[in-house]
C-alpha cells in the first residue's frame, strides 16, 4: 500500500462575486479530482487550532501529525532548517521578505506595503538584488554591528539569524498588510529599534538597484525593502517514522514546508524548476514523488501557487492554478499512483487564503480521501459546500495522518 498526501496551499475560499458567487474550488474545471473526491471521502477538518496563528506554519504542522500549540516557536525556524539553516543554542532567526513597498516622498516609515513578495520577483532577479544589497559596504558594517547573517534562497523568501537575542518581539507578515501604510507595522519590542534600522538602510540600498530600475521600466514593481516577521528559536520535532512507522519524501518549492520535512527526519527532494509559483515544473514534482514512492510508501507533494494567487487577489488565477493542479498533478499522478498498486491519498487545502482578505484564514478546510480499493458513493465533488454536505468536521488537524494511514 503507499500513501500519498497533496497540499494545495490556500485552495480554500468563500464565495467570490467575480465568479458568479462561486469559491475557486467551485469554479475550476478540475474532473480528475472531482472523480476521486465523488468515489471517496469529502469532509472538514480545522488545521489552525484556537490560539495560534492561522498559516501555512501552523497548518502544515498540524497535517503531518505535530501539534503547534506544543511544538511551534515561530515560523522562521521552520523555514530556517529548510534552508540549510542550523541554529545554535541562543540563535534567533527570522523570516525575511524581498517585498515591495512605495516610493513616496518621506521616510521608509511612511511607504505603503505594495507586495510582499517583492511584485512576485522571480529567483534569479532576488537573489541578485540580495547579494547587492549584502555586499554594500555600509549595509554590511550595520549587519557586523548587530551581529546579523543571511541565507539567501532564490525566491522572495529569505533567512536571517541573529548569534544572540530575544525573539520576544511582535512583528506582522507583509501579507497580512497589502496596501497598508507600513508605519503601523514596523517591528516592536525587544530589538525592533536594530530591525527598523536594517529595513530602512536595506529600502536605501534597494531601490537604487539596477535590477529595480528595469523593472520600473518594465512596469513591475521594484523590490525595494526587506520585511522581518515570524521570528523564532530553534525547534525539535518527534520523527515522522517513529510516530507512524512510514518513511518518505516531501517534493516542495518552499523552504517552510522543507524544513519541516527536515525536523520530522523525512527526507526533502529539490526540484529544478520548482518555483512555488504558477509556472512551477508540475511534471518535475509529479515525478519526483512517484519516484519516492518505488522504494518508500509514504509521500507528500505541496503546491504552493494558489496561496500566491489568492495573497495577489486574483481570483481567475486562483482558479487557474486549481485547475493546472488537477491537469498538471492529479492526471500524471494517479496514472503513477495506479502502476505503482492499491493506494490511499488524502488531498487538501492546509488554510483558506480568500480573495477578499488576500490573507490567511483559519476556517476549517475540505478534505478528500480516496483509497484505489474502495468506492464510497459520496457523489460530493472537492469544495466547501461539498465537505460542509458531509456534516461531519474533524477537529484535530492532526488526526489527519492516522486517517491517511488508516489507523
Known amino acids: 500500500m503507499k500513501y500519498i498526501l497533496v497540499i494545495g496551499d490556500g485552495m480554500a475560499d468563500f464565495p467570490v462575486e467575480a465568479l458568479g458567487g462561486r469559491t475557486p474550488l467551485e469554479a475550476a474545471q478540475k474532473p480528475t479530482i472531482d472523480g476521486l473526491a465523488r468515489r471517496g471521502i469529502v469532509s472538514e477538518v480545522k488545521t489552525v487550532p484556537d490560539g495560534v496563528p492561522a498559516g501555512s506554519d501552523t497548518a502544515i504542522l498540524s497535517i ?14 521552520l523555514e530556517a532548517a529548510g534552508s540549510g539553516v542550523k541554529m545554535q543554542p541562543g540563535n534567533v532567526s527570522f523570516r525575511c521578505n524581498l517585498a515591495a513597498v512605495s516610493e513616496k516622498p518621506g521616510a521608509y516609515e511612511e511607504q505603503d506595503m505594495l507586495s510582499h513578495s517583492g511584485g512576485a520577483i522571480d529567483g534569479q532577479d532576488a537573489m541578485a538584488l540580495m547579494r547587492g544589497l549584502l555586499a554594500d559596504p555600509s549595509f554590511a558594517a550595520l549587519l557586523e554591528k548587530y551581529g546579523m547573517t543571511f541565507t539567501v534562497n532564490p525566491s522572495y523568501r529569505h533567512i536571517a539569524v541573529l548569534r544572540s537575542g530575544s525573539a520576544n518581539l511582535s512583528t506582522t507578515p507583509p501579507h497580512d498588510i497589502l496596501g497598508r501604510a507600513i508605519r503601523e507595522y514596523l517591528p516592536v519590542g525587544e530589538g ?9 538602510a536595506s529600502y536605501a540600498v534597494l531601490k537604487a538597484h539596477p535590477i529595480n530600475a528595469q523593472r520600473r521600466a518594465e512596469g513591475k514593481l521594484p523590490a525595494n525593502s526587506l520585511w522581518f516577521w515570524g521570528q523564532g528559536s530553534a525547534v525539535e520535532l518527534s520523527p515522522f517514522a517513529e510516530k507512524y512507522g512510514h518513511t518518505g519524501d516531501v ?19 529539490p526540484v529544478e524548476g520548482a518555483t512555488g509559483e504558477i509556472d512551477t515544473n508540475y511534471a518535475g514534482k509529479v515525478a519526483a514523488a512517484l519516484r519516492a514512492l518505488e522504494t518508500d510508501d509514504f509521500a507528500a507533494l505541496h503546491v504552493e501557487a494558489p496561496d500566491e494567487c489568492g495573497h495577489a487577489g486574483d481570483a481567475k488565477e486562483k482558479v487557474r492554478a486549481i485547475e493546472l493542479l488537477d491537469s498538471e498533478v492529479f492526471v500524471p499522478l494517479c496514472k503513477g499512483l495506479a502502476a505503482l498498486g492499491d493506494y490511499r491519498l488524502l488531498f487538501l487545502s492546509d488554510h483558506y487564503t480568500p480573495i477578499s482578505t488576500r490573507t490567511h484564514d483559519g476556517t476549517p478546510v475540505p478534505y478528500l480521501l480516496y483509497d484505489s480499493r474502495v468506492d464510497t458513493g459520496n457523489g460530493q465533488p472537492y469544495s466547501e459546500a461539498g465537505a460542509a454536505a458531509s456534516g461531519v468536521r474533524m477537529e484535530e488537524g ?8 488508516a489507523r
Open 64 to 77: 503531518f501529525g505535530y501539534d503547534p500549540r506544543k511544538v511551534y516557536t515561530g515560523r522562521s525556524p
Open 192 to 200: 525592533a529599534d536594530m530591525l527598523r534600522e536594517i529595513m530602512a
Open 251 to 269: 517534493i516542495t518549492a518552499v523552504p517552510l514546508v522543507a524544513g519541516i520535512a527536515e525536523l520530522a527526519g523525512l527526507r526533502h527532494t
Open 398 to 405: 492532526t488526526d489527519l495522518m492516522p486517517l491517511l494511514f
